[in-house]
C-alpha cells in the first residue's frame, strides 16, 4: 500500500515537472530560438534549417528515436520514468502547437524571456532528478554511453550542450547565440540550486536540562525521531542533555518555539543541511 502511494506521489511530480519544462520551452525557448543543449536545443536549430517541420515535431521525433535506441540497448535498465516524462513532454509539446501556436515571442524583452526559458526547465528537471527520473533526450544517449563506454557522463554532456549552443551562433547570429550561451550558464546553476533547495532540512542540537518536555513534543507531534546524548557543561560541571533531531523547514519553526517557550534557558543550534538519508527522510537507494 505504501508503495503504491509512493508510485502515485512519483507520478503526480513527474507530471508536474514535465508540465513546467514544457511551458518554459515552448512559450519562451522555441520563439526565441535560444538553444540551451539537449534535445529542445538541437530541435530549435534543426526546425530553422528545415522549416517545413516545427520544432516539437523534431523533438517528438528525435525522442521516439532515442526511446527505441534506448530500449533496445539497455532492456530492463532502460527506466519507465524516463519513458514516461519524455513521451509525456513531446505529446505536450506537440498538442500546444496545434492548440496555441505561437508566431513571434509573447514579449519584445529576450532577456526577461530567457529568465523563464531557462528557470521554468530547471525548475522541471530538478523536480525530476530528485525523484530519480530524467526528461530523456540526451539523458539517454548519457545511459549508453555509461554502459558501453568509460566516458566521463558529466563532461560528455556539457561537451554536448556547449556544441549545441554555439550552432545556434551559426544559425542565428551572435546575438541569439550569446543569449543561449549564458541560457546554459544559467541552467547549470539553477538546477543545482533548487535542487539544494529541495533538500535542505533543518538538524536541530538541544541542550537542555528537561528533555522530558521537549521528546514528546518531537516523536508525538513532529513524528520524528530523536537520539539523547548525555553532556556535562565545561565551566558550570553540570549535566546537561544534548537532543540530536532532523526536521523540515515547516517542522523547524514549530520546533523552535515550542522549545523556547517550555525551556527558555535551553540553548540550540540549527544548521540547514542537504542530505539525509534515512527512514523518513531519503532511502539509502
Not at 519562451?28 to 530553422?48: D, E, L, Q, R, Y
Not at 544534548?242 to 517550555?262: G, P, W
Request: aromatic share 8%; glycine share 10%.
Amino acid at each position: 500500500m505504501l508503495r503504491s502511494r509512493e508510485n502515485w506521489r512519483d507520478l503526480g511530480l513527474m507530471t508536474l515537472g514535465d508540465v513546467i519544462m514544457v511551458i518554459g520551452i515552448y512559450f519562451f525557448k522555441f520563439p526565441n530560438n535560444f538553444s540551451t543543449g539537449g534535445v529542445s536545443g538541437i530541435s530549435v536549430i534543426a526546425a530553422h534549417y528545415f522549416p517545413a517541420m516545427t520544432p516539437a515535431t523534431i523533438g517528438l521525433i528525435v525522442n521516439i528515436a532515442l526511446l527505441i535506441l534506448g530500449y533496445a540497448m539497455l532492456g530492463k535498465s532502460f527506466g519507465y520514468k524516463t519513458a514516461y516524462v519524455s513521451i509525456l513532454q513531446s505529446g505536450l509539446l506537440r498538442l500546444l502547437e496545434i492548440l496555441v501556436p505561437m508566431r513571434a515571442p509573447l514579449t519584445t524583452q529576450p532577456m526577461l524571456e530567457l529568465i523563464f526559458a531557462v528557470s521554468l526547465p530547471a525548475i522541471g528537471s530538478a523536480i525530476l532528478f530528485n525523484i530519480g527520473a530524467s526528461s530523456g533526450g540526451t539523458d539517454i544517449v548519457a545511459m549508453l554511453l555509461r554502459k558501453y563506454t568509460a566516458l566521463d557522463i558529466g563532461k560528455a554532456l556539457l561537451a554536448s550542450d556547449i556544441i549545441i549552443t554555439l550552432m545556434a551562433c551559426v544559425a542565428f547570429g551572435m546575438e541569439v547565440g550569446l543569449y543561449s550561451i549564458l541560457g546554459l550558464a544559467m541552467k547549470s546553476l539553477l538546477i543545482d540550486m533548487v535542487l539544494e533547495n529541495i533538500h535542505t532540512n533543518k538538524c536541530f542540537h538541544i541542550i537542555t536540562a528537561h528533555p522530558e518536555k521537549i521528546e514528546p513534543f518531537i516523536t508525538d507531534t513532529l513524528h520524528r525521531g530523536a537520539t539523547r546524548v548525555h553532556g556535562e557543561g565545561v565551566y558550570t560541571h553540570e549535566g546537561r542533555t544534548v537532543l540530536l533531531t532532523v526536521v523540515n523547514r515547516r517542522q523547524a519553526v514549530s520546533l523552535r518555539q515550542f522549545v523556547k517557550a517550555e525551556d527558555p534557558s535551553a540553548f540550540l543550534l540549527i544548521t540547514n543541511t542537504g542530505e539525509i538519508i534515512g527512514k523518513g527522510f531519503r532511502g539509502v537507494s
